[in-house]
């Protein structure tokens, strides 16, 4: 049984850092795309940050911000996310995608409020 569990999310001031991870069992991540995406409140999924192959892509808003990375030996992915704005404020979610197949965990909320 496939199973993404996201944790570290939580409530941060403006500005602050958090980071999170998500472990996944059943699959190997290395051999999958793995992104973070988020979803806040009557907005649509948006794409945060993707390891694709041995590249790394990030949506312009998070650029110099964030940071996707992987340990293949935990078999997690991790989203570090510094100088954090009230608009990052979402329920993220970690997906491994393959060619036949995506995979969503349960999503962490984070929240960025004073």
């Known amino acids: 049984q496939v199973q993404l569990v996201e944790s570290g999310g939580g409530l941060v001031q403006p500005g602050g850092s958090l980071r999170l991870s998500c472990a996944a069992s059943?699959?190997?991540?290395?051999?999958?795309?793995n992104g973070w995406y988020r979803q806040a409140p009557g907005n649509q999924r948006e794409l945060v940050a993707k390891?694709?192959?041995?590249?790394?892509n990030y949506a312009d808003s998070v650029k110099g911000r964030f940071t996707i990375s992987r340990d293949n030996a935990k078999n997690t992915v991790y989203l570090q996310m510094n100088s954090l704005k009230p608009e990052d404020t979402a329920l993220y979610y970690c997906?491994?995608?393959?060619?036949?197949?995506?995979?969503w965990g349960q999503g962490t909320q984070v929240t960025v409020s004073s």
């Open positions: 059943g699959i190997t991540f290395r051999n999958f795309d």
């Open positions: 390891i694709t192959g041995g590249s790394t």
């Open positions: 997906n491994a995608q393959g060619i036949l197949q995506s995979m």
